[in-house]
Nanobody, 123 residues
Framework: QVQVVESGGGLVHSGGSLTLSCAASGKIFSISAMAWYRQAPGQGKQRELVALISSGGGLNYADSVKGRFTISTDNAKNTMYMQMTRLKPEDTAVYYC???????????????WGQGTQVTVSS
């Protein structure tokens, strides 16, 4: 069994900072990518990719967070972090992470999602 758990969400004032964590545990052979998505409140809002990091070190950020959010990983702990600075009210959302991983050598990677963590930025 594989579990993905996010933590670190909360309420912060505009301009403040938060650091989210995404930890994968269980039977993990290798991780090929980890990413953060978010879903803002309101009907019809789709999840949007915030940031992604691949096993090769490639990084992608949404334009809306470039220069403000930074992702990093602790491979020994199968954990990804996202430091969020200069937060804005429009960053308010539920933040989800996913992990693409294989549970056996040469096995195809599968995507596992966490349950989400709420980030609320007050103006």
């Amino acid at each position: 069994q594989v579990q993905v758990v996010e933590s670190g969400g909360g309420l912060v004032h505009s301009g403040g900072s938060l650091t989210l964590s995404c930890a994968a545990s269980g039977k993990i052979f290798s991780i090929s990518a980890m990413a953060w998505y978010r879903q803002a409140p309101g009907q019809g809002k789709q999840r949007e990719l915030v940031a992604l990091i691949s096993s090769g070190g490639g990084l992608n950020y949404a334009d809306s967070v470039k220069g403000r959010f930074t992702i990093s990983t602790d491979n020994a702990k199968n954990t990804m972090y996202m430091q969020m600075t200069r937060l804005k009210p429009e960053d308010t959302a539920v933040y989800y992470c996913y992990v693409d991983l294989s549970i056996i050598r040469d096995g195809p990677p599968r995507r596992y999602w966490g349950q989400g963590t709420q980030v609320t930025v007050s103006s």
